[in-house]
């Protein structure tokens, strides 16, 4: 069942209900071998960390990962096709139009392509190069990305954020 959705506890039946469509699975509880709680306290929800919003904003913050001498022009740079996630100037002073992603994938070079495009047709901005950025890249992302002359940047988040700390366990 695709959250949200609400669960109804009966005696010997849960009906899970979606919030959305209003869709019901009904599970009957046969036999029951154990039954506890405990309690855990507040619960304080999930929230996830590391989306590409988040890699946006340090990224614009510090833009060292990208290249070294490079400064940001603006974060979500209009074109007529949607917001390019970073705009930014390298060292020589080019313009670098960035696309984001946690995953990077084809779908994402083709919309890093597109806008490309329209930004070279700009005399002001062009030539603009393009970068990919993402913390995760797959091979055929990077093949399409190169063979129209744009660079991949692997990122890692925990190193955008500064928050490496080897003495924590970590589930991931």
């Not at 019901?24 to 929800?45: M, R």
């Not at 996830?48 to 904003?57: F, I, R, Y």
């Not at 084809?106 to 597109?114: A, H, M, N, P, S």
């Not at 992302?141 to 925990?158: N, P, Q, S, T, W």
Request: proline share 6%; charged share 25%.
């Amino acid at each position: 069942m695709t959250p949200p959705c609400t669960v109804v506890e009966g005696a010997h039946e849960w009906t899970v209900t979606s919030k959305k469509s209003g869709d019901q699975l009904k599970i009957t509880i046969e036999e029951v071998f154990h039954d506890s709680s405990h309690e855990l306290g507040i619960d304080p929800g999930l929230q996830k960390d590391g989306v590409e919003a988040h890699l946006q904003e340090l990224l614009a913050a510090d833009t060292a990962p990208l290249g070294k001498g490079w400064s940001l022009v603006r974060r979500e740079y209009p074109t007529a096709i949607g917001p390019v996630d970073l705009m930014c100037r390298n060292a020589d002073g080019g313009h670098v139009a960035v696309e984001i992603k946690r995953r990077g994938e084809i779908d994402g070079v083709e919309q890093l392509t597109r806008y490309l495009e329209l930004l070279n047709r700009d005399p002001l901005l062009a030539p603009v190069d393009g970068v990919f950025a993402a913390q995760a890249i797959k091979p055929q992302a990077r093949v399409l990305a190169e063979d129209r002359g744009i660079r991949c940047v692997v990122l890692d988040y925990d190193d955008l954020r500064g928050a490496v700390d080897q003495t924590q366990p970590r589930l991931f």
